[in-house]
């Protein structure tokens, strides 16, 4: 069994930051791409960021310049550094895993999901 726990979301007022963080465990042998989505109400679900196992990120224009993705692949971990946030950023965030199971299957992991709310 694999899960990840998100945590870090919450209510900020315009222009301030928040840092996401999501943590997988269980049976892993390689996690590849990591990836933070997110969701607004009415909207469709979103790329926000990637970081792939090497290190190469990429990024949804509206979010470059302010959000930064990294990894620590020793905690199986990963983080979304959320600045000068803006009321649009207002969604419920997933993180998304491409991991290498224990038993060798390859599988998509996702999130419970953790609302960030930005106050004008």
């Known amino acids: 069994q694999v899960q990840l726990v998100e945590s870090g979301g919450g209510l900020v007022q315009a222009g301030g930051s928040l840092r996401l963080s999501c943590a997988a465990s269980g049976s892993i042998r390689s996690i590849n791409d990591m990836g933070w989505y997110r969701q607004a109400p009415g909207k469709q679900r979103e790329l926000v960021a990637a970081i792939a196992s090497g290190g190469f990120t990429n990024y949804a224009d509206s979010v470059k310049g302010r959000f930064t993705i990294s990894r620590d692949n020793a905690k199986d971990t990963v983080y979304l550094q959320m600045n000068s946030l803006k009321p649009e950023d207002t969604a419920v965030y997933y993180c998304?895993?491409?991991?290498?199971?224990?038993?060798?299957?390859?599988?998509?992991?996702w999130g419970q999901g953790t609302q960030v709310t930005v106050s004008t």
């Open positions: 998304n895993l491409d991991i290498i199971t224990g038993w060798g299957a390859r599988r998509q992991y």
